[in-house]
């Protein structure tokens, strides 16, 4: 038997849940793959969109900590894309 070892346990977890999905583990990997792409420096508008897609889904859920990261996540993106465009604009100068 061949082990996969990730590492970010819950991408490997695609592998394991593809054959049957559950809401709970379609969540913690969509909200594992939104802050690997925050934590690259993404601030696009569709990481917004996902993010606060995600806030919403762990919001309903009660997934407190969850939402937690994920309203910590968006702050980042946000001051990330403030700083982006102040810079573009002292450059203009």
Known sequence: MVMFVFP???IGNIRYTA???LPW???IIQRAKVLIRTGQGETGVELKHDLQELI???DQAGFIESKASLLTAQQ???QSSETVN???QSGDK
């Open 8 to 10: 970010f346990p819950a």
């Open 19 to 21: 054959s049957e999905p």
């Open 25 to 27: 583990s379609e969540f």
């Open 56 to 58: 919403i889904q762990a």
């Open 76 to 78: 980042q993106v946000q």
């Open 86 to 88: 102040r810079d573009i």
